[in-house]
């Protein structure tokens, strides 16, 4: 709780309740509750296994309007990444209690090898079987969690990504699913139709990451920690600690005079890269030579 009284101190007015898993917490009714109080506008991210009637009830009587449930396939696909049987349908249980209960609910689909192609197989599978969602938010493969440990096997190549987006245009025409790359890619890798389709990424700009020890990151897979928000108040934390973030110094140069401005794409995808760097995708000559990534 003490962590909601420095965020309302702050006079931050959005909370997105994460994990983590935040429906296995204990006392995520309390959070959910008292988080109300503060007057915050509320949403989510779970991985719905642990959403029924009963907490979707719960949300919507603490203002809970939208959220974002993790689906990564279809249930052969989803069981093989999340290696917890029957999660598949438990998920999409979880999105029909939202969804039943006026909850809009985004989907997001951790890309993988073995997913790749099966966004449109998923969403075609959810709109034949009356799963009505808002959208689908396909994002990056990070170095991150389990993926971290054998990265050089799991990671996707620049074509893996590429291959997404016809698949994303499909959902969008055939599908009438709102279908986007819902995390940061370097626009000059990408041809100009499917600019439209990047969301991009607001870390240490529009949002942040805090965990449960109050420890602040510009993202929840970002590397490192500006500080604490129990022992510095955000708004110094954010102003002044951030600053070099916000300053896109750290960046190629060519990435900070590109027209076609995404900030170096995703820095949480460089595997060696800290707290700056610009996306592992993006090269620049050094020796001679061109090099795959650039880690700061």
């Not at 974002?68 to 249930?75: C, E, F, N, V």
């Not at 609910?105 to 009505?132: A, M, P, Q």
């Not at 020890?213 to 920690?225: D, E, T």
Request: glycine share 10%; charged share 20%; proline share 3%.
């Amino acid at each position: 709780m003490s962590i909601l009284d420095k965020l309302a101190e702050a006079e931050v007015f959005e909370v997105r309740l994460f994990g983590g898993e935040f429906f296995v917490y204990p006392y995520w009714l309390e959070v959910l509750e008292y988080a109300d109080k503060l007057d915050f506008f509320l949403s989510f991210v779970s991985n719905g296994t642990h959403i029924n009637a009963e907490v979707a009830q719960e949300l919507v009587a603490h203002r809970v309007i939208g959220g974002a449930i993790s689906l990564h396939g279809t249930k052969e696909i989803h069981e093989s990444i999340t290696q917890v049987a029957r999660s598949f349908n438990a998920a999409v249980n979880g999105i029909r209690a939202c969804v039943e209960n006026g909850i809009g609910i985004s989907i997001l689909y951790t890309l993988t090898k073995g997913n790749r192609l099966s966004v449109f197989d998923t969403c075609r599978w959810l709109k034949e079987n009356g799963v009505e969602i808002d959208e689908i938010n396909v994002g990056r493969l990070t170095p991150y969690g389990r993926a971290k440990s054998d990265w050089e096997e799991v990671k996707l190549s620049l074509h893996d990504y590429l291959s997404v987006f016809p698949q994303l245009e499909r959902i969008r025409n055939d599908l009438g699913i709102l279908a986007s790359f819902g995390d940061a890619f370097p626009l000059c890798l990408l041809p100009a139709k499917y600019h439209d389709y990047v969301i991009g990424c607001w870390q240490g700009t529009g949002f942040g990451h805090i965990d449960h020890l109050g420890n602040v990151r510009s993202c929840s897979i970002a590397k490192g920690s500006y500080g604490n928000i129990l022992e510095t108040p955000l708004t110094k934390i954010w102003v002044e600690r951030l600053a070099h973030f916000r300053s896109l110094k750290w960046l190629p140069a060519k990435c900070q005079e590109c027209d076609n401005f995404c900030g170096g794409g995703c820095s949480a995808s460089c595997y060696d890269g800290g707290m700056y760097a610009p996306d592992e995708f993006i090269q620049k000559k050094r020796g001679g030579h061109h090099e795959r990534q650039v880690c700061a």
